[in-house]
C-alpha cells in the first residue's frame, strides 16, 4: 500500500486520479500545515502533494519511505530540494499547468495600475463624479514593457503585450534567440541594460540565491521616472524596504503585487496603507482552469513515479 500525503486544498480531480488506484491511502491534512502536524504525517508516507506547506531538512527527515514530493504549482522555494536531491528523491512540478492564469493576472495588474481602477472605483461609488478629470490615466499602447525572465510565464506575457501595442523588451540570462526572433520582440541578457527605457517592470523569474533581492535600491535607482513595477513572481525578488523608498520619492508610480516576503504578511505592513500599491493574496495562478490543471497534474506526478 501506498501512502499519499495531501498536504492542503486541491481541486477533486487529484483525489479522483489517485482514488482509481486500489493500492493509495490518502491521507489529508486539510491546510493544517504546521510544523509539528507535518512531522507528525510523515512517517510511512511515499508521496507528498503540497501546494505552500514548508518541507525542511527537518520536516522531511521524518520521511523515511518517501519516493516523490509533487508540487501543485511551480516555484520549489519552499522545498528542500538539496536535502531531497542528497536522498535520490525528486521533485515534480506542474510545469505550464498556471502559465496562463498568472500571465493574465499580469496583464490585469498593469490594467488596474494603469487606468487606476480601485481609486476610479471607490470614486464612482461615493458619487464623487465631479473630480472623474483629476487622474492620470495611462495607455498600455505605446509604452515600454520590460518583461524580467522570458521562460514558461514571460513567453505568455510577451504576446499579450503586443497585442496591447506595447513596445516589448525581454530579460533572461539563457535567452532562446529564435523565440525572440519569432515574436519580434527586443532582447538583453542582463535586464539592467534595459530598465532606464522601461515604463513597466515585471517579473517572471524563480526565487533562488541568486534572484534574492534581485530589485534592489540600486535597480530602482536605474530605473525611469515613474515606472511601473508589477511581481506574480515571488515576493523575495524584490527588496520590499527599497520597493517603499522608490514609491516615497516618486521613482516608481504605482507597484502591482500578487507576492510578498512574508506570507500572510503582518497586518500592520506599511503597504497596506499605500494607494500606490494594488495587492492580490499570492492568487495569480488561481483561476479555476489552472488549479484544476495544477491538481491533476501533481497527481499524475505522483502515479508516473510510482509506476517507475
Request: proline share 3%.
Amino acid at each position: 500500500m501506498k501512502r499519499v500525503l495531501v498536504t492542503e486544498f486541491m481541486h477533486d480531480c487529484a483525489f479522483d486520479i489517485l482514488g482509481t488506484r486500489q493500492n493509495i491511502e490518502i491521507v489529508n491534512l486539510k491546510g493544517d500545515i504546521r510544523k509539528e502536524t507535518l512531522i507528525a504525517a510523515m512517517p510511512g508516507v511515499h508521496a507528498i502533494a503540497v501546494r505552500s506547506a514548508h518541507l525542511t531538512a527537518e520536516v522531511l527527515s521524518h520521511a523515511n519511505d518517501l519516493e516523490i514530493v509533487s508540487r501543485h504549482g511551480v516555484g520549489c522555494d519552499l522545498i528542500d530540494v538539496a536535502h531531497l536531491s542528497a536522498r535520490g528523491i525528486p521533485v515534480a512540478i506542474a510545469a505550464g499547468a498556471n502559465s496562463r492564469s498568472v500571465a493574465e493576472h499580469t496583464l490585469a495588474l498593469m490594467l488596474a495600475i494603469a487606468r487606476e481602477l480601485p481609486a476610479q472605483d471607490m470614486m464612482a461609488k461615493s458619487g464623487n463624479w465631479k473630480n472623474r478629470n483629476s487622474f492620470r490615466l495611462r495607455d498600455l499602447m505605446g509604452s515600454t514593457v520590460l518583461i524580467v525572465g522570458f521562460g514558461r510565464i514571460g513567453r505568455l506575457v510577451a504576446p499579450l503585450c503586443k497585442a496591447f501595442g506595447m513596445n516589448v523588451i525581454v530579460a533572461d540570462i539563457a535567452l532562446d534567440h529564435d523565440l525572440v526572433a519569432e515574436m519580434g520582440v527586443r532582447a538583453v541578457t542582463d535586464f539592467r541594460d534595459a530598465l532606464a527605457e522601461a515604463d513597466f517592470v515585471t517579473l517572471h523569474v524563480p526565487l533562488d540565491e541568486k534572484t534574492r533581492h534581485l530589485v534592489s535600491d540600486a535597480e530602482f535607482a536605474a530605473m525611469k521616472d515613474g515606472v511601473v513595477l508589477v511581481n506574480c513572481a515571488r515576493g523575495g525578488i524584490v527588496d520590499e524596504d527599497a520597493m517603499v523608498r522608490a514609491l516615497d520619492n516618486g521613482k516608481v508610480f504605482a507597484a502591482g503585487i500578487d507576492v510578498m516576503n512574508t506570507e500572510p504578511p503582518r497586518t500592520d505592513h506599511p503597504i497596506f496603507r499605500r494607494d500606490d500599491v494594488i495587492i492580490t493574496p499570492h492568487n495569480g495562478a488561481a483561476s479555476i482552469s489552472s488549479t484544476k490543471n495544477m491538481a491533476r497534474m501533481a497527481a499524475e506526478n505522483i502515479l508516473a513515479c510510482f509506476d517507475g
